[in-house]
């Protein structure tokens, strides 16, 4: 990472890539067109019609929250047809997925893309969504943090085990294993209090909404020093970054290194003009370089 270095700072957006929006290639060929570096995509396999928690944004629950495709299909799709960008989620629901599954999806992905693989997980805020698929709400950090090491210990090994609280498995053989050393980077996209040793313990970076918020960048440097660890070996992404030269400047010299705008679920005709509205921002900040 590179603290205030416009220069090195990639740009990419997110979206939810809906059966009514622009489709996954279309989308990934006019991001890579517009010099992008990245496109993400976030998950749910469903939103339960009780809707009994709600929405953390408040609230109505956008429609593109059951309409999407499945990441790492539409990420596939999108490796197919670009060359150079990098493709993540944003984020992945680790707790909804089985991680023997995952780490061959994901493992999968990065060989298929050639290695552009960016991970960015969560626990989620859906109680009942995790519970249709028998996850445990309450133990879900702990549970998501023995799947990522147990994907790790998969891509790392011919024959990987592991024995924990809630993921356990004898020695299997599972390939393909990814291109990039380690797998792909783990990104956490969470911004409680607890994310900041989470991130130390088991993350290659921090992708919170918004910015850092007063405070967290010590906490951050704290938390790494404990684990032996430099915030500056981090990845740091700023999600929902605001379309503005002056506010992005100022994002980039706090420390966030890759830079990500959020695109709606919208057709073509909605999504292309801000794509092109964003790529003329991103020139004006690398003009200032």
Not at 138 to 152: C, F, N, P, Q, S
Not at 158 to 170: M, Q, T
Not at 269 to 285: F, G, K, N, Q, S
Request: net charge negative.
């Amino acid at each position: 990472m590179a603290f205030g270095g416009i220069d090195n700072t990639r740009f990419g957006v997110s979206t939810f890539p809906t059966d009514y929006g622009i489709q996954p290639v279309a989308l990934a060929r006019a991001v890579e067109e517009r010099g992008f570096d990245s496109l993400f995509f976030p998950e749910h396999t469903h939103i339960p019609a009780s809707r009994a928690t709600p929405f953390p944004g408040g609230g109505e629950l956008p429609k593109a929250y059951w309409h999407a495709h499945d990441p790492f299909v539409a990420l596939s799709a999108c490796a197919a047809v670009t060359e150079r960008i990098c493709l993540g989620t944003g984020i992945c629901l680790v707790i909804e997925r089985d991680p023997i599954t995952l780490a061959k999806e994901i493992a999968s992905l990065d060989m298929i893309s050639g290695g552009r693989a960016i991970i960015g997980i969560g626990a989620g805020w859906n109680r009942e969504e995790m519970e249709n698929h028998g996850a445990n709400y309450r133990h879900r950090w702990a549970i998501t943090r023995e799947k990522v090491l147990a994907m790790r210990e998969i891509w790392n090994n011919d024959a990987a085990e592991f024995h924990g609280e809630h993921v356990n498995f004898d020695p299997i053989w599972s390939y393909p294993k990814p291109l990039q050393e380690n797998g792909p980077p783990i990104w956490i996209g969470a911004n409680s209090k607890w994310v900041f040793e989470r991130i130390a313990d088991y993350a290659d970076g921090w992708m919170p909404i918004g910015g850092l918020g007063s405070g967290n960048m010590d906490r951050l440097q704290e938390a790494m020093a404990a684990k032996g660890r430099r915030v500056e070996d981090l990845d740091l992404a700023l999600f929902g970054a605001p379309p503005d030269a002056d506010q992005l400047a100022g994002r980039i010299g706090q420390g966030f290194d890759h830079v990500i705008f959020g695109l709606p679920a919208a057709p073509a005709d909605t999504v292309l003009p801000l794509l092109d509205r964003y790529a003329a921002v991103v020139a004006e900040v690398k003009a200032r370089a």
